[in-house]
């Protein structure tokens, strides 16, 4: 799907650009840019005449190439090869450090440029250019003078660009959000049986948790919470293809265990870079009022139980996507009247406050289990973030943060009698 259609002429104009194509352009529009320098000189000299107005001229257009290119090498090839030698420019020293090297690269430039146009000059146009030291202390001054201006004009040309790649990068780094967005549920099916509400808070604008309730028969629905590894676009796309696999295998998968197995194989065989992901994927089957899961190498899933007690629902295997051929285990448990689970993501958990603690999987089933029995699902998750906030006290979440709860109603139906049990002389 492309992104770009639909976008603004700015971003349009956002577009990299080759070194030679860049070249190309400053050859044919160069003769434009000695203008400017025709007026100074024509001032400062006091030239009059067309004769020397067209001398001028004509020297500005030679120090105007010259310094062109001069810059043009520097974008192309010498500032990339200074930020390949320092990639990590993270902290503050280091991006003053690299920025000082940008200016040194670009005032180089400008006096290198102005220098070699000075000899084009000298040697070509006017013998007498640089005939004394009085003319080359000025051409050295005009030298400095044209190399701050270029400086100064090469930064907010890059700056110029560069508001316009992450006015770009925002645009798709949000429909890439919205996109995300309306694959994540924000209605829940009504279930007679069980009560099912989820919420997903992500550290950037797309994230890398997901969750879902997908159908499975007309008793029985599943459940999953997953965790994809790295962050941004590339985990938000990854998690899109296990909601994808999960949905297609809904309707003809016999078990559980055998989904997360087809999930593991698709990571292992069709994923190149070595991402993975945890996920709890749950059938839960309101006929017989159980719940069948398998955890592979997620946040271990807590069952409050009514009556108080705490079941972790922790069977199943390691992450998926790590060994291709992994047997994963498949438990069962039976659910009742008052139960609740709690299946939520590494974000919630870690989260850290100003002082580097973090919240912690006690903490949050401490939590979870004070709060009141016959709480919503809604109104208990919309508890568990208010106190995750609370605890953060102003800080940031550094990840991704999906939280899911169920709640069970009721009992399940008694099975029907069979239609023969009732005529006269049945057996």
């Known amino acids: 799907m492309s992104l770009t259609k639909g976008k603004s002429p700015l971003a349009r104009k956002a577009r990299p650009e080759s070194p030679g194509r860049e070249l190309l352009g400053m050859t044919m529009t160069g003769w434009l840019y000695a203008i400017p320098f025709t007026l100074f ?15 001028v001229y004509l020297v500005s257009v030679v120090f105007a190439y010259c310094n062109m290119t001069a810059n043009w090498a520097t974008r192309n090839f010498v500032t990339p090869a200074l930020h390949r030698r320092a990639p990590e420019a993270v902290s503050a020293a280091a991006r003053s450090s690299q920025i000082l090297a940008d200016v040194a690269a670009y005032v180089g430039a400008a006096i290198v440029g102005s220098g070699l146009a000075a000899v084009i000059v000298h040697l070509f146009i006017y013998p007498g250019f640089l005939g004394s030291l009085r003319s080359i202390a000025v051409v050295a001054t005009f030298t400095l003078l044209f190399a701050a201006l270029f400086v100064g004009v090469s930064f907010a040309y890059h700056f110029y660009k560069d508001s316009i790649a992450r006015v770009r990068s925002e645009e798709e780094l949000n429909l890439a959000r919205r996109i995300q967005r309306s694959f994540l549920l924000s209605q829940f099916p009504a279930r ?3 009560e099912v509400h989820a919420l997903n808070v992500s550290s950037k604008q797309v994230s890398g948790d ?8 007309e008793r029985a629905f599943l ?11 590339p985990a938000a796309l990854l998690g899109s293809m296990l909601q994808a696999s999960l949905r297609t295998q809904a309707p003809i998968a016999t078990s559980v265990g055998s989904m997360v197995t087809n999930v593991n194989q698709l990571l292992c065989q ?3 870079n070595g991402q993975f992901a945890t996920m709890f994927l749950g059938r839960v089957d309101e006929a017989t009022m159980s719940l069948s899961y398998v955890n592979a190498g997620h946040n271990h899933p807590v069952l409050l139980r009514a009556n108080g007690a705490r079941e972790l629902l922790d069977k199943g295997g390691p992450m998926v996507g790590i060994l291709d051929g992994i047997p994963f285990e498949e438990a069962k448990v039976s659910l009742a009247p008052g139960d609740r689970i709690v299946l939520y993501t590494d974000g919630l958990s870690e989260a850290m406050d100003a002082h580097m603690e973090m919240y912690g999987d006690e903490r949050l089933v401490d939590f979870a289990a004070a709060l009141p029995a016959d709480q919503s699902a809604r109104e208990s998750i919309d508890a568990i973030m208010a106190g995750i906030s609370t605890f953060l006290d102003g800080e940031e979440p550094q990840d991704d943060m999906t939280v899911m709860v169920l709640r069970v109603l009721g009992v399940p139906d008694p099975a029907p009698e069979p239609v023969l049990a009732a005529l006269p002389g049945a057996r």
């Open 192 to 194: 007679p049986g069980i």
């Open 270 to 272: 069709g994923v190149a």
């Open 223 to 233: 459940v999953c919470v997953a965790d994809v590894s790295g962050k941004g676009v």
């Open 41 to 55: 000189f024509v001032l400062v000299t006091g030239a009059s005449g067309r004769a020397q107005v067209l001398g």
């Open 210 to 217: 997901f969750y879902d309730v997908v159908p499975a028969g």
